[in-house]
């Protein structure tokens, strides 16, 4: 299952997804914000980010005006590998190379057309394993060393 939150700066992207994941047959739940009025996205990225944490969603996407704040708050979380993308190659390497199970994206900055893309890009993609996945047991052992401090 797929989880999806924006602030108000991604809300419009965000319902361009949702469109697209209901055409592609995508489980996915929306866990806010409901329109335009300004809140805080802290708040939208703990509820995603939490979600893939704990294991009770295995993917989420996070939408704020830059995409930036909800990189930086989703990434608080263990096991959680939020990536910001803003092309193609990024949505792409996101997936094959870092295994992110968070998809992040700029409201303010791409087109409806361009989230959608990277979207399509991202669910389509697979982790290559390998040599990427020494690299993320690497990070992984970071996060432990950062929590049992």
């Known amino acids: 299952m797929l989880v999806i939150g924006s602030d108000h700066g991604g809300y419009e992207l965000k319902t361009e997804i949702l469109q697209l994941l209901e055409e592609r047959a995508v489980k996915c739940t929306d866990l806010g914000t409901d329109g335009s009025d300004s809140v805080d996205y802290p708040d939208f990225a703990a509820k ?3 979600a ?3 294991g009770e969603a ?3 996407i996070l939408i704020c005006g830059t995409g930036i704040g909800m990189s930086i708050s989703a990434n608080k979380f263990p096991g959680v590998r939020a990536a910001l993308v803003h092309d193609e190659f990024t949505a792409q390497m996101a997936r094959e190379h870092n295994n992110a199970n968070i998809l992040v994206m700029g409201g303010r900055v791409l087109t409806p057309e361009q989230g959608k893309k ?3 890009i991202w669910l389509d993609s697979t982790f290559e394993g390998g040599r990427h996945r020494n690299r993320l047991d690497k990070i992984t052992a970071i996060e432990q060393r950062v929590i049992s401090r």
């Open 52 to 54: 893939v944490s704990s």
């Open 58 to 60: 295995e993917l989420g």
């Open 118 to 120: 990277f979207v399509e």
């Open 48 to 50: 995603v980010a939490g």
